[in-house]
């Protein structure tokens, strides 16, 4: 499957404030839907997003990743599938 749509995936994967995932989380709900990839590239992918989504990573051991609380409405939309 496409970069893209996988990343479009993990994004609704992530949970909002404050529920949060880890990882290695993502990375068995992305191999469970059929997304074969490595916990690195998730990583990466996760360390890039910030710049651009509201992505919060909590810095704990394990790190968790969470939307911000103040979310535009594009990104209540990627959501709108987890949350719905």
């Not at 990882?23 to 360390?47: A, H, P, W, Y």
């Not at 810095?59 to 719905?84: I, K, M």
Request: hydrophobic share 35%; aromatic share 8%; proline share 7%.
């Amino acid at each position: 499957m496409s970069t893209a749509i996988r990343m479009v995936k993990m994004l609704q994967l992530i949970p909002s404030y404050p529920r949060k995932i880890s990882t290695r989380d993502l990375e068995c709900q992305l191999l469970n839907r059929g997304f074969k990839v490595s916990l690195r590239t998730i990583q990466r992918d996760l360390n890039s997003l910030p710049g651009h989504f509201p992505l919060v990573c909590d810095e704990q051991n394990p790190q968790g990743w969470f939307w911000s609380e103040e979310l535009c409405p594009l990104e209540r939309s990627l959501l709108s599938h987890q949350e719905g």
